[in-house]
Antibody, heavy 117, light 107 residues
Framework: QVQLQESGPGLVKPSETLSLTCTVSGGSISSYYWSWIRQPPGKELEWIGYIYYSGSTNYKPSLKSRVTISVDTSKNQFSLKVNSVTAADSAVYYC???????????WGQGTLVTVSS | DIQMTQSPSSLSASVGDRVTITCRASQSFSSYLNWYQQKTGKAPKLLIYGAASLQSGVPSRFSGGGSGTEFTLTISSLQPEDFATYYCQQSYSTPWTFGQGTKVEIK
């Protein structure tokens, strides 16, 4: 059974870059869509973007200018970077795996990132 | 972007009740609609995909239906472990979007 685990700093200063990594175990990173989703405390889910195992990406337009998703197939990991963060970027960040029409079949447990000085 | 609107935003129900949650889309599509269950402090879990297909391991009391702009999630007989927040999500076009959630609480 595939497992996903997010890792990265829990506290980021305003204007800096948020960086998270999702490590995949129990399966290859090939042949699936790998997404990042976030959820501010008490609020709804927001899809950030995906990377296909081949490296093609698709981002939510409102975040596109600040977001980069990359994949490292040799480490079975994919990563998220969000530039110029503000308090509005504070959220639980989830990584997920799926197919194009069922993109979130498997989820990581989530990691809370707080943007604060 | 396709907007997804769920109703109600919250509901109170008793164990054994039949519960139906509705999700309306701002534009029509066939069956690219998924449902998730999220318990407090946990990641969402896929329940229904393709509007009506039950994800492996999900109890048969959960069912999905609909097409076009209106979709439903039904729990035929609510169990104690079903008290949670439920989200719909469209995969018809990117950006993939979620509904605002429906919180199912104990009456």
């Amino acid at each position: 059974q595939v497992q996903l685990q997010e890792s990265g700093p829990g506290l980021v200063k305003p204007s800096e870059t948020l960086s998270l990594t999702c490590t995949v175990s129990g399966g290859s990173i090939s042949s699936y869509y790998w997404s990042w989703i976030r959820q501010p405390p008490g609020k709804e889910l927001e899809w950030i973007g995906y990377i296909y195992y081949s490296g093609s990406t698709n981002y939510k337009p409102s975040l596109k200018s600040r977001v980069t998703i990359s994949v490292d197939t040799s480490k079975n990991q994919f990563s998220l970077k969000v530039n110029s963060v503000t308090a509005a970027d504070s959220a639980v960040y989830y990584c997920a795996r799926g197919l194009y029409y069922t993109p979130f079949q498997h989820w990581g447990q989530g990691t809370l990132v707080t943007v604060s000085s | 972007d396709i907007q997804m609107t769920q109703s109600p935003s919250s509901l109170s129900a008793s164990v054994g009740d039949r519960v139906t949650i509705t999700c309306r889309a701002s534009q029509s599509f066939s069956s690219y609609l998924n449902w998730y269950q999220q318990k407090t402090g946990k990641a969402p879990k896929l329940l229904i995909y393709g509007a009506a297909s039950l994800q492996s391991g999900v109890p048969s009391r959960f069912s999905g239906g609909g097409s076009g702009t209106e979709f439903t999630l039904t729990i035929s007989s609510l169990q104690p472990e079903d008290f949670a927040t439920y989200y719909c999500q469209q995969s018809y076009s990117t950006p993939w979007t979620f509904g605002q959630g429906t919180k199912v609480e104990i009456k």
